[in-house]
């Protein structure tokens, strides 16, 4: 059995839909960030960094993992699923994957913080977060434009751009005229496994329809960011 440390955040989904996609029975702990759960000894004893998401695979030994992209990888080597062997093949998929961690992630969760979290607007910051966003999905719309996925196959690459793109009204980085982005969103939105992990380890659509419930998170934001 794995257990999920996690919460509601592109992050966290990355490794519960994988976790769904690859049918791995897993058992959900909840990480609530706003009350600094992160940084207590218990979780810090498997994520030293203080961030989710992380798992401990019981029938593994005890292996522990941290940081969402290393998950990812290992699941796909347990499961033999949604990463190929084949060198040639599986380079394709991490290199789509580091795409999002070391571009997409960072470029969104920075827009995040200055267009959504802060309460101090610098009109700087938040144009250039978002403008490098709407760059790095232009990336994706032009290689998409010829491809069904990002790596061949559906993969574990195209779940981690997922997660976090589908957020992007969130920080305010349209998709306006990227129609190949556009139908590979819509395509893994119809997957049942991956509307499954987007609601662990709880749902938080209601925060985009409902302006109170918004106002709450972007205060928890604010504390969260400041920590």
């Not at 419930?213 to 205060?219: G, I, M, N, R």
């Amino acid at each position: 059995m794995i257990e999920l440390y996690t919460s509601p955040t592109p992050n966290g989904w990355k490794a519960s839909v994988t976790l769904e996609e690859m049918d791995l029975p897993y058992e959900v702990n909840a990480i609530d960030l706003s009350s600094g759960d992160q940084k207590k000894p218990d979780f810090l004893a498997l994520n030293p960094n203080g961030r989710i998401p992380a798992i401990v695979d019981r029938g593994a030994d005890n292996l522990t993992v941290f940081e969402s992209g290393a998950i990812m990888i290992y699941l796909a080597e347990k499961s033999g699923k949604f990463m190929p062997t084949d060198t040639t093949a599986r380079m394709k998929v991490i290199q789509w994957l580091m795409f999002q961690m070391g571009g997409v992630g960072p470029m969104m969760g920075q827009a995040n913080v200055f267009f959504r979290y802060m309460e101090e607007k610098i009109p700087t910051a938040i144009s250039r977060y978002q403008n490098e966003g709407r760059r790095l999905f232009e990336v994706l719309n032009g290689h998409l434009e010829k491809n069904e996925f990002l790596a061949g196959d559906y993969s574990i690459a195209d779940i981690a751009n997922w997660c976090w793109v589908r957020t992007h009204s969130w920080s305010g980085i349209s998709i306006e005229g990227l129609d190949h982005l556009d139908r590979w969103l819509q395509t893994i939105n119809a997957r049942p496994a991956a509307q499954k992990g987007i609601v662990v380890p709880y749902d938080i659509s209601t925060v985009m329809n409902d302006k109170k419930d918004e106002e709450d998170f972007k205060k928890s934001a604010r504390t969260m960011v400041t920590k």
